[in-house]
């Protein structure tokens, strides 16, 4: 997974860089490899043991291939598919060993043995990387790459300077600590050495001590106790409803252990939980646990107990089955006041005789009453009790149920509630919570107890715990410090809220990070070198290295090649870093010149600060947050160098699921690079998401990407043939004009998204919307697109696609003939936005929408009877148009105006309305008209805005209909529209509720004669057409008609029909190829058509004369004066006269 969040983010940072060298800005983009931590040095490591153990090459034992499934709360065996696997299993797919791993990598035995040096590894995998990322178009400095770790003596002696510095400035201390901490690696085990439980950190309970009556103990527990007390130990996160305590849970199957602690008392709990305890200092001896005995959960079953704070003087341990071994201690203290779960199950205990039976449980083990102890609003002082009651919970065993009240009742008590007994009587809860746990703490009956917050896996395979050691560590808790960090965070730009909150809650909760450990890659502190400087900890001003790496050793990754500046590592002391990169440090005593200095110091003004940082979302509660502390420790008394903007983001999924090669659901790099392109890919990515919740890489849609991108390939060059007939002259068509603003608009809302990093949102405007306005252009452009207009829209729909198709754009860029490259172009300037056309645009769109939807409900009646014919297709559309809303519905509109903006811009309820117009006289006689009308002026508010209550529109819209009358006839597929006013609706037309927007349709079927147009040119590809001639027909409609039925005729001005001059004997003669127009005349332009149905014949009328016309007409496609046999082209036709 980590791979898939690195391409997502290099891929967001290479898009931002494309857009603002486009915006003009000069941009560096570097790239580094952190190799330090754990995770190199443990898989070499492992080699090296397969080897001693298996030999060479291992001879691994030969193992049942079985698959573990972990199956998580929530999944079925049947439904193992959803269940999920470690950070390691998922990475390594089926294969056990490291070995494996890497023969899964194509790498041979003698290659793997020489990566038991973890040496080895650094100089093998970076070019791989490298030449992967070239692939891909990532634009980057590599001069100024480099590793990490003291393998690079360069970079080493960067991190040393950093922390000498911190530590000057005391935010580096020593002390001892709580952290998440590896058993056997001996060590803190932070983020990046974890293989499960990333950002999961310690958890403060509070364990308390309750001593077992030595009366009721069993007989072996008081053998090994030897008069030691002996305590059961419950974890708990809610120390203040001791008070409320009337029983401690065990669970009758687990196994607890007796062992001694560091007072000579006697502790019973699970061995996990003296496992962590052990190593905070709590057992006899340190990381070692002494235990006196095992017993069984059912063995303690009914011993009496003394509990601190409870009102009782002694309670007894009873069974719980829902009790788990991999958290807490396996005891747990019991609240039925305030705890849903503890009053379900002592309810359970007092009503089940059997179940007391079974464990031995007397009557009088269970004879107790919640205790009240909190008052919380709305629940009172017996919250479990009210919440069981009000959800109707029957029994422990509702676990749904009693989840949902443990998630209404626990908070609200918290932060609600108010304690009613004890020496904390009537404050609140969250105010004294420390104060009792201090209270139990002093008075020996309780401890301050440790653990992971949940499972943490070290990348050797080891169970971490929480550990009380000594550490080298950054205090992030210093409260100058943490204000210093917060600063910087209130001038930061995250992009998105969460990222913010996110942040700030870190910034809350941070305290002390342990930043050194003893094993694995990295740089020695600099005063302690028994330590390695972590990986967290050595990567946070990496980005100040990146402005003058390439002058210390630019072109190789380790600083082994020769120096462009002639320096030697030695020789960048702390006092030349100072000088680099402190803006008030002097020139330091070096054996550097001074001229050389300088170099790098300006190097490191003119880029500093980090304009932008792309990372993992995963990263916010630590590195990124560790990257604010250490710029304002290094650089405390210049804000200007401080982080300037963060973007995080998601993971990455592929096809829905996430990325897991046991699974098969896997893709790398390389071959996504192969299977879609590295533009394809990219345009994939982009079009996979933009918040911080996972991206979706799916691949149909990256393939559909492809076709997208090659179908606007092959559409650039036909424009750019010479032969394609596009307009010139002036651009004052209307629909040069809805394209020409669409353009604008769309460019510049895609500049906004490029700005706000929301590179999905671009693809939508900049691409997929961009590409739909040229679509529509086409569409409605009868007379023919604008030249001048596609040259612009190819141009900047490149330039608005070279971010995230670098390779593609280039390509365009140099088809449409343009010079240089199209990286060193600037963003497209668009003109000022006329809103007007894009309104006719869209309610044009919107209406021919509507006159589909309303023909299709023509076509397909919803009640026609079985066996009844079907409709006819019409073929002449009626539409009228309204000027002006009836005076009812305008009174209703302008009160409706006025209530909303009155009301801050929000409807009140409907009452409202109904009482103000109850009443009115303009409405009477339209009652029942008068809420439905109101419901659907409020819907389109809500999605157009408060224009929608208007009573006129911004355009004349009989004169819009009339003017894409060819349009609606073409996508209606009609032979002919009427558009009129209300006011010429003939008789029997209802207009009282057409509205000025919603323009009203009727469709009828016209009489025709239908013409078949055969076509005799050989090698011309086309045969015949059938086309209706219907009464009053004109050459220009009828050329128009064909043009409909066949696309290949762009230009209905070529077009000419010619007749038959000997109506019986012409259709009937051969035609003869050289002299296709012989004993034909040509229909003049200016000729009108006429039919007689049942005659089943057709005229026209040309200079007075009205002339039957031959059973076939003749038609002649002109291209350039001459025949035109292009095979998509209507050439030459002939038809034949049926009944319509």
């Known amino acids: 997974m980590a791979a898939c969040i690195l391409v997502t983010r290099l891929l967001c940072r290479r898009f931002a860089i494309g857009y603002q060298r486009l915006k003009g800005k000069r941009c560096l983009y570097p790239f580094g490899l952190h190799c330090t931590g754990m995770p190199i040095k443990a898989c070499a490591d492992k080699l090296l043991r397969e080897m001693e153990d298996f030999g060479y090459p291992p001879k691994f034992p030969v193992e049942e291939n079985t698959e573990a499934v972990v199956v998580e709360k929530g999944d079925t065996p049947e439904n193992k598919a959803k269940s999920k696997k470690s950070k390691v299993a998922a990475k390594a797919g089926s294969a056990k060993y490291q070995w494996q791993i890497m023969t899964s990598l194509g790498l041979t035995d003698e290659e793997i043995k020489e990566f038991a040096n973890p040496m080895h590894w650094l100089k093998y995998f970076p070019p791989w990387a490298q030449n992967d990322l070239k692939k891909m178009g990532l634009k980057v400095d590599w001069r100024r790459t480099f590793i990490t770790t003291d393998a690079n003596p360069y970079y080493d002696s960067f991190v040393r300077w950093q922390f000498i510095r911190l530590k000057e400035r005391n935010k580096i201390q020593f002390g001892k600590r709580y952290t998440i901490y590896s058993p056997k690696d001996r060590q803190p085990c932070m983020d990046h050495d974890r293989s499960a439980g990333e950002n999961v950190g310690p958890q403060e309970y509070t364990l308390i001590k309750m001593r077992v009556i030595e009366e009721t103990m069993p007989q072996n527990l008081k053998v090994v106790a030897s008069r030691r007390p002996v305590f059961l130990v419950a974890a708990t996160l809610r120390p203040e409803t001791m008070y409320g305590q009337t029983n401690c849970w065990l669970h009758p199957d687990i196994t607890y252990i007796a062992f001694v602690n560091n007072k000579n008392e006697v502790f019973i709990c699970t061995r996990r939980a003296a496992r962590n305890m052990s190593y905070q200092e709590m057992t006899e001896k340190p990381e070692i646990v002494n235990v006196l005995a095992e017993i069984k959960g059912r063995d303690l079953m009914g011993v009496a107990l003394v509990a601190p704070l409870s009102s009782f003087p002694k309670i007894y341990a009873l069974p719980m089955m829902t009790i788990k071994e991999d958290k807490g201690t396996g005891v747990v203290t019991s609240v039925p006041s305030d705890s849903p779960d503890d009053f379900a199950a002592l309810r359970d205990l007092k009503n089940k005789a059997a179940m007391r039976e079974k464990f031995g449980i007397k009557e ?124 910087a965070l209130a001038n930061l730009n995250t992009y998105h809220d969460e990222s913010r909150k996110n942040f700030e809650a870190t910034l809350d909760w941070l305290h002390e990070h342990a930043c050194s450990r003893s094993y694995g890659l990295g740089t020695k502190l600099p005063w302690d070198p028994q330590y390695l400087i972590e990986s967290l900890s050595d990567s946070t001003i990496y980005m100040a290295y990146y402005t003058v ?161 090659y179908a606007f390939l092959e559409w650039v060059r036909e424009m750019m043939d010479t032969d394609v007939a596009l307009r010139t002259g002036e651009q004052n068509d209307i629909c040069d004009q809805i394209f020409i603003n669409e353009m604008n608009l769309l460019t510049k809302q895609t500049d906004e998204f490029y700005e706000k990093m929301l590179y999905k949102e671009a693809l939508r405007t900049g691409f997929y919307e961009f590409q739909a306005a040229r679509d529509k252009y086409r569409e409605l452009c009868v007379v023919g697109m604008h030249r001048d207009l596609v040259l612009q829209f190819i141009e900047w729909q490149a330039l608005m696609l070279s971010p995230i198709c670098p390779h593609l754009s280039e390509h365009i860029w140099t088809e449409i003939g343009k010079s240089g490259l199209i990286v060193n172009a600037k963003w497209p300037t668009a003109g000022p936005v006329d809103m007007v056309p894009i309104k006719v645009s869209s309610y044009l769109m919107n209406t021919a929408h509507e006159f589909r939807l309303k023909l299709k409900n023509y076509l397909t009646p919803p009640k026609a009877k079985k066996g009844a014919a079907p409709v006819e297709k019409p073929t002449l559309a009626i539409i009228l148009v309204a000027k002006l809303y009836p005076q009812w519905q305008q009174v209703i509109l302008g009160t409706m ?241 049926t009944a319509a």
């Open 364 to 487: 009088e083990m269970v004879a107790f009453e919640p205790v009240p102890i909190i008052d919380v609003e709305g629940f009172g002082t017996l919250s479990a009790p009210k919440i069981c009651e009000e959800l109707k919970i029957q029994s422990q065993n509702d676990r749904e149920k009693l989840q949902l009240a443990k998630e209404r009742v626990y908070l609200k008590g918290f932060y609600e509630g108010v304690l009613i007994v004890g020496e904390f009587k009537g404050k609140k809860v969250q105010d004294i919570k420390k104060q009792i746990q201090k209270l139990l703490v002093d008075r020996g009956e309780a401890a301050v107890y440790m653990e992971p917050e949940k499972l943490v896996v070290s990348r050797s395979g080891d169970q971490c715990v929480v550990a009380l050691c000594d550490q080298w560590f950054l205090d992030y808790g210093n409260a100058e410090w943490k204000a210093q960090a917060t600063q």
């Open 549 to 709: 790496a390439h002058l210390l050793h630019g072109g190789s990754f380790d600083g082994s090649g020769t120096s462009p500046l002639g320096i030697e590592p030695e020789e960048m002391t702390p006092e030349v870093w100072d000088y680099l990169f402190c803006q008030t440090a002097t020139v330091p005593k070096s054996t550097i010149a001074v001229d050389k200095l300088k170099k790098m110091r300006r190097e490191f003004e003119y880029w500093y600060a980090v304009d932008l940082r792309v990372s993992g979302k995963d990263l916010i509660p630590n590195h990124l947050t560790y990257y604010l502390y250490n710029h304002c420790a290094i650089w405390p008394n210049d804000p200007k160098k401080w982080p300037q903007a963060i973007r995080a983001n998601g993971h990455l999924l592929l096809n829905s699921e996430k990325m897991s090669k046991s699974t098969g659901n896997f893709l790398t790099l390389s071959d996504a690079l192969e299977k879609f392109s590295a533009d394809g890919m990219r345009f994939a990515l982009a079009d996979a998401g933009d918040t911080i919740e996972d991206a979706n890489f799916v691949e149909a849609m990256a393939d559909a990407g492809i076709l997208r991108l």
């Open 897 to 1137: 105006k006025t209530i909303y903006e009155e009301n801050k811009n929000q409807f009140p309820d409907n009452r409202v309305f109904s009482e103000k117009f109850k009443d009115h006289a303009d409405l009477k006689k339209y009652v029942k008209k008068v809420m439905p009308f109101v419901a659907g002026v409020k819907e389109r508010v809500a999605a157009e805005g408060a224009s929608a209550m208007r009573t006129s529109l911004d355009f004349n819209e009989l004169d819009v209909l009339k003017q894409f009358a060819d349009y609606l006839v073409n996508t209606l597929d009609m032979e002919n529209i009427e558009i009129k006013p209300t006011d010429e609706a003939g008789e029997g037309m209802n207009v009282e509720d057409i509205v000025p927007g919603q323009p009203f349709i009727v469709f009828r079927r016209e009489p025709s004669v239908t013409v078949q147009f055969v076509n005799p040119i050989p090698m011309s590809g086309l045969f015949q057409c059938d086309v209706p001639i219907m009464e009053g027909d004109s050459v220009v409609k009828i050329a128009k008609r064909l043009k409909r039925t066949e696309r290949g005729i762009k230009d209905i001005n070529r077009v000419q029909l010619w007749r038959y001059d000997d109506i019986v004997l012409g259709p009937r003669k051969m035609v003869l190829f050289n002299k296709p127009t012989d004993a034909k005349t040509q229909i003049p332009s200016n000729a009108c058509f006429s039919i007689d149905v049942k005659a089943n014949q057709a005229f026209v009328t040309a200079d007075s004369s009205v002339l039957s016309l031959a059973l076939k007409l003749f038609i002649w496609w002109f291209e350039c004066g001459s025949f035109c046999s292009y095979s998509s082209s209507i050439v030459q036709r002939f038809g034949r006269i």
